[in-house]
């Protein structure tokens, strides 16, 4: 570390730029000592501080000389896109940073350009956070940085909060998704991809397999394409953890049947090597013999005048050869025993590969019965699918049935409207008649009372209560009429309420119909990993039957050393045995080699099966894959079928809104016009 603060303090002299102290703070000072503390490793924090160009170059050129930085992090420093071109000129070419933030810089076209040309260079560049920053306005620079991100293949976290990023951006964005091998969490909240940017996000998890965490809050995606990308995003996270458990397995295997074949090879070198020092020992007690041989001979030819010892020795040697000969018998008769335990040793492998073919052979043919079945479930899955279609249209006239009767119940109330409107201009029109006849009457009385006396007075007035109570009773009778009017349009809204909560329901049927159906083949997914599983202990058993076979061969060579021991000892006591002795050697180096043969041969059959075993994961996983594109084509019509559905219900919605209100205006336009 103070290597580095050396460095930057070397460099802000040769710029003639001060040195920050929020900057030497993240430098310590040097300790005095062994010098250990230059081998660590430090992060640098600048958040807030106050960085110009010249700064911004002096930091890149530290953090490309000096590889003890492994993050660098310049968060609301307001560097300007010179700045960042400063900074990133000497980023794309470091070799130890792993995480870089450049949050709330306000970073434009220019500094896009710069960091594509880092995403492209950069080989160790790990986590990059850009939030709070404006990349999106500029859709030709954003496309660019898109561009770099494509062709990464380092980056594992990336942060794009908050950076004005539309649809063409999120198409941009998803493009660079479908290249990108190596990305597994991005951050895009609080932008502005919609819809159509989250179809865009949806398609391309259709192709990319690495993605598994994706942050949309905020982009005013609706919640069935936020589910979908959820859905995605969970299938490649379990996508990854089945490759990984995959890949331990068989590196576990791989790693089993590397070590056995090692240790057979050890224990095969080993016997070689023992019976190569037995060969050679068996040789020098054989020149022992010779030398001793001589030695005798040359007694003999001292001895000579003693011919009797001679006659007697001659005949003691003569019954001594009849005695090997019968040894030579007896080893000739344990050397056929010998090779008919052999042939019956060789039988007994034979009729066992036979055995394991036989079993290869129903292998192969209830992998045959599951591709067969698999097609049925494919017929299965297409016919399910124009039952789906079938539905689709019934439901169609149903709507189309229920847009007529909503056609009719609106010329109803329209024809209910036009008799209310007649019914109340002839009960006004009576009211008029009526009021006319009465005002004519109490004027015609009123000019006969001027003439009579003051006694008629009270009849006048009785008079004019009875037609004040003529008209109280026909301001009930339009009263009683506009309460009808009202209850007649309570009971339609009614009507419309009911037929639309209908058709909700049958919508929730549907779509539980689709969920069963996904249910379903979840369920069949489950299945064919249970038959992968089941192929997978099947090639444990034969590889527990490899065991077996190897140790009934290390049993044989056994059986073999014993064999050769009581042989040597035969040898040495009995010299004049030599020629059968290197007979039974020859036999039994011919034995070995057939049993080195018998070896060879059992690691082409594990090879053989190991090759099988592939193919058949490789059958299974193409049948996955072809599953899984069944499953996100079911789900894109559902997805369509769902959307259809709302748009009509929308539609009934606005309708009827629109009928409420205009039977509204017509109440108010009644109501004041009476007032």
Not at 1 to 7: C, I, K, P, Q
Not at 164 to 189: K, P
Not at 352 to 367: G, N, Y
Not at 496 to 506: A, D
Request: glycine share 4%; proline share 1%.
């Amino acid at each position: 570390m103070s290597a580095a603060r050396a460095e930057y303090l070397r460099l802000c002299s040769e710029h003639h730029v001060k040195p920050l102290k929020v900057i030497l703070k993240q430098f310590p000072q040097p300790a005095h000592g062994n010098g250990l503390d230059d081998l660590q490793h430090i992060k640098i924090d600048l958040s807030g501080a106050n960085l110009p160009v010249k700064m911004c170059a002096v930091i890149g050129k530290v953090l490309q000389r000096d590889r003890s930085i492994l993050s660098l992090r310049v968060a609301d420093c307001y560097i300007t896109e010179e700045g960042c071109l400063a900074l990133c000129a000497f980023l794309a070419d470091n070799t130890m940073l792993k995480g870089l933030s450049l949050k709330g810089n306000n970073l434009r076209t220019k500094a896009a350009s710069a960091l594509s040309t880092v995403l492209k260079r950069n080989k160790v560049i790990e986590s990059l956070s850009l939030e709070w920053n404006s990349l999106g306005t500029d859709e030709d620079a954003f496309a660019m940085l898109m561009d770099g991100l494509a062709v990464n293949e380092t980056l594992h976290h990336l942060d794009l909060r908050n950076n004005h990023i539309t649809h063409v951006g999120a198409r941009n964005l998803a493009s660079a998704l479908i290249q990108n091998r190596s990305l597994n969490e991005l951050d895009l909240s609080w932008n502005n991809c919609g819809l159509v940017g989250g179809r865009f996000l949806l398609d391309c998890l259709q192709h990319n397999r690495s993605l598994a965490v994706m942050n949309v809050t905020g982009n005013s995606i609706p919640e069935d394409v936020a589910s979908a990308l959820a859905a995605s995003l969970q299938r490649n996270v379990d996508r990854q953890q089945l490759e990984s458990t995959y890949a331990s397995q068989s590196q576990h295997l791989t790693n089993a049947l590397d070590q056995e074949m090692t240790t057979k090879k050890k224990e095969i070198s080993a016997m070689i090597d023992k019976l190569e020092s037995q060969r050679s020992a068996f040789d020098a007690a054989l020149e022992s013999s010779q030398e001793r041989i001589v030695e005798l001979q040359q007694d003999v030819a001292q001895r000579s005048e003693e011919v009797a010892c001679l006659r007697a020795s001659q005949a003691a040697s003569e019954a001594a050869l009849r005695v090997s000969e019968q040894q030579s018998a007896q080893f000739r008769a344990l050397a056929e025993q010998l090779q008919a335990e052999l042939s019956e040793a060789r039988d007994t492998h034979s009729e066992e590969l036979k055995l394991e073919k036989q079993r290869f052979a129903s292998l192969q043919a209830e992998t045959k019965a599951a591709a067969s079945q698999g097609s049925d479930e494919a017929d299965a899955l297409c016919a399910k699918i124009a039952e789906l279609e079938r539905c689709r249209k019934q439901l169609t006239s149903d709507v189309e049935g229920l847009q007529a009767d909503k056609q009719n119940l609106q010329l109803r109330v329209q024809k209910m409207d036009n008799d209310f409107q007649s019914q109340r201009l002839a009960m006004e029109q009576r009211h008029t008649s009526v009021l006319q006849d009465q005002q004519q009457q109490s004027q015609d009385e009123m000019n006969r009372l001027r003439h009579n006396s003051s006694g008629r007075e009270h009849g006048l007035q009785d008079q004019i209560r009875q037609a004040e109570t003529k008209c109280t009773q026909m301001e009930q009778e339009l009263s009683r009429l506009k309460s009808s009017s009202l209850s007649t349009r309570e009971s339609l809204v009614a009507d419309q309420k009911g037929q639309l909560e209908q058709i909700r329901s049958e919508h929730k049927l549907n779509v539980h119909h689709f969920e069963e159906r996904i249910q379903q083949l979840q369920v069949e997914l489950d299945t064919k990993q249970t038959h992968v599983i089941q192929a997978t202990s099947t090639s444990n058993q034969l590889q527990a039957k490899l065991t077996a076979l190897t140790q009934e061969a290390a049993s044989e060579q056994q059986n073999i050393r014993q064999q050769m021991k009581k042989l040597e000892a035969q040898a040495e006591e009995r010299a004049v045995a030599a020629d059968t002795d290197r007979h039974a050697r020859r036999e039994a180096q011919s034995r070995m080699d057939e049993l080195q043969e018998r070896t060879r041969q059992l690691e082409q059959e594990v090879g053989r099966y190991k090759a099988r075993q592939s193919e058949l994961e490789t059958q299974h996983l193409t049948k996955l894959s072809a599953k899984d594109r069944e499953l996100a084509i079911l789900s894109e019509r559902a997805d369509s079928l769902g959307q259809q559905l709302q748009r009509q219900r929308d539609a009934e919605l606005k309708r009827a809104g629109q009928l409420e209100s205009a039977l509204a205006a017509f109440v108010s336009s009644t109501k004041s016009a009476n007032l």
